[in-house]
Each structure stands twice: as structure tokens, then as C-alpha cells.
């Protein structure tokens, strides 16, 4: 009896040591642990203020962007896309082309598959039906390990500077008839001295009626190499000097013919020159 009693308190012995042993182990795992949820946790924070910074830059740029997965659902908006789709937090994960939007843009669904397949950015202009235009731009989303893992599309407000090539295309297509019907030689020169416009009275005057000489070069052309330096330091002196509001120099037509030009300066808004010349038939002289 008193050997068993031995033996049954070694086992218990032993059982202690493993316990402890054990406990030791689950302690130094609970410390492993602990060490990996703040390190969890520390990312997480992380990864919610790397988002937060994104939106909020997002948003303050005022572009409307949507972020797509691979199926062309929501991922993601910013604020700004709210006034080009009906969208709302809810949306997030529904197919983009099933929200109302005003843009008047039937292929949209077709370029953003076209775009995953390819990998080839797609941009283009589009109004919406109150007459917005926005520049549409669809690019794969890449991942920082350079996977394609969807779609970003933005779309960037045009509608000022489309209205003013609009209207800059409208006065252009004004001043060419106006220019067309002028009873007198008009030459338009930009401050390099390329020919930006020509009347057709001038190229009758120049005997080029028939060429094409706009996007020429006028010093080269029609001034003769040894004038060529003094006549275009007169004209460029109209811009840079009060004194020089007209500049006068001979030019030779098609036929040598010698010709005279009297010049003017004008400064564009953006700060380029364009000088006009008219060109005197009454000075024409007899070929050189």
C-alpha cells in the first residue's frame, strides 16, 4: 500500500510538472498574442486613416470618381460623383450602370468592359441632359502587388472651358467670312511668324489664289533673306514700343511683283501677339 501510495503521488508529481509546464507555454502564447493584436490593431488604425486621408483628398479635389471590382460593382465613390449619379451608401456593391444618371452616355457599360479587357485607358468628353460636360476618363485599378482589380473613373467638369471653344469655334468660323468678303489684302501673323490667316484677297494680291499658304512661315516665304532680320525686328518693335504703332515693308508676289504692307500689333488675352497687315495695291510697283 505504502508503494502505491508512492507511486500515485510520483504521477501526481509528474502531472504538476506538466501542468506547470503547460501553463508556462499558454502564458508565453497569451504574451505572443497580445503582441500580435497591437500590432493588429496598429495597422488597422492605420489602414482607417490612410482611408479617411484618401477620401477626404478625394473629396476636397471636387472630382467625381467611381472605384469599380472586377464584376463593375461599387467599390467605392466620392461625393462629388452624387451629382452625376443618383448614389447613395447603399449602392456600394450594386453594378454602377444600374444607377440613374444624367449622363447621356449609352455605351458607358460596353468602354468600361472594353477597358478590363484591354488594359487601355478610355477618355472622352460627355454631356449630361442639362448640359454639363464632363471629360471621362476609365483606367484599370491596380493593386500595390500590380493586379487588375477593377475599374477608376473620373469625371473631370469641362463645361466652362467647352463653352468657350465652342464660342471661339463660332467667332473663328465669324471672322473667316468676315475675312473672306474684305475688299482689301489682310495677312495675320502670329508672333513667330506663322501665317494664321490670309484673305482671299491677299492670295490673289500674292498671285497664290490657288496654293495654300496659311501655316507658312512669312519672313521665309515672301521676305528676301537679306531684309529678312531688319523687317522682322520691325515687327516685333510694334509690341515693345509706343512709338511704333505701324511698320511698312515691301514684299515680292508670286511673280516678283514688289508689294507694300503696313502692319499692325495686337496683344492677345493670353499674353500671345498677333500682328495684321493690310496689303496696299495702290504702292504696286513693277517687278523687281
Not at 475675312?179 to 502670329?190: D, M, Y
Request: aromatic share 8%; glycine share 4%.
Amino acid at each position: 500500500t505504502n508503494e502505491e501510495l508512492q507511486s500515485t503521488n510520483e504521477e501526481l508529481q509528474s502531472a504538476n510538472e506538466e501542468l506547470t509546464t503547460s501553463k508556462e507555454e499558454m502564458q508565453s502564447m497569451n504574451e505572443e498574442l497580445q503582441t500580435m493584436n497591437v500590432e493588429l490593431q496598429s495597422k488597422i488604425d492605420d489602414s482607417i486613416r490612410i482611408n479617411n486621408d484618401m477620401k477626404n483628398l478625394l473629396n476636397s479635389i471636387e472630382i467625381a470618381t467611381l472605384f469599380l471590382d472586377k464584376e463593375l460593382n461599387i467599390r467605392q465613390f466620392t461625393i462629388p460623383a452624387t451629382k452625376i449619379f443618383k448614389l447613395k451608401q447603399s449602392d456600394i456593391g450594386r453594378q454602377f450602370t444600374d444607377q440613374v444618371t444624367d449622363l447621356e452616355y449609352p455605351e458607358m457599360f460596353n468602354d468600361a468592359q472594353e477597358v478590363l479587357r484591354t488594359l487601355v485607358f478610355i477618355e472622352k468628353p460627355v454631356i449630361t441632359h442639362d448640359g454639363r460636360w464632363f471629360n471621362i476618363r476609365m483606367l484599370p485599378y491596380r493593386t500595390f502587388e500590380d493586379k487588375i482589380d477593377g475599374l477608376v473613373i473620373t469625371f473631370i467638369n469641362i463645361t466652362e472651358s467647352k463653352y468657350l471653344e465652342d464660342a471661339l469655334k463660332n467667332s473663328q468660323k465669324m471672322f473667316n467670312s468676315l475675312l473672306k468678303g474684305f475688299p482689301i489684302g489682310v495677312i495675320c501673323l502670329s508672333a513667330n511668324g506663322i501665317i494664321i490667316e490670309i484673305s482671299e484677297k491677299a492670295r490673289k494680291l500674292l498671285g497664290y489664289d490657288e496654293l495654300e499658304v496659311g501655316g507658312e512661315n512669312f519672313f521665309t516665304s515672301f521676305i528676301s533673306r537679306t531684309d529678312r532680320k531688319t523687317v522682322e525686328k520691325g515687327i516685333n518693335r510694334l509690341l515693345t514700343s509706343e512709338s511704333h504703332k505701324v511698320y511698312e515693308n515691301s514684299i515680292k508676289d508670286f511673280n516678283g511683283n514688289v508689294l507694300r504692307l503696313s502692319w499692325s500689333a495686337y496683344e492677345l488675352t493670353d499674353g500671345q501677339s498677333v500682328f495684321v497687315g493690310i496689303i496696299n495695291e495702290r504702292t504696286n510697283l513693277s517687278p523687281a
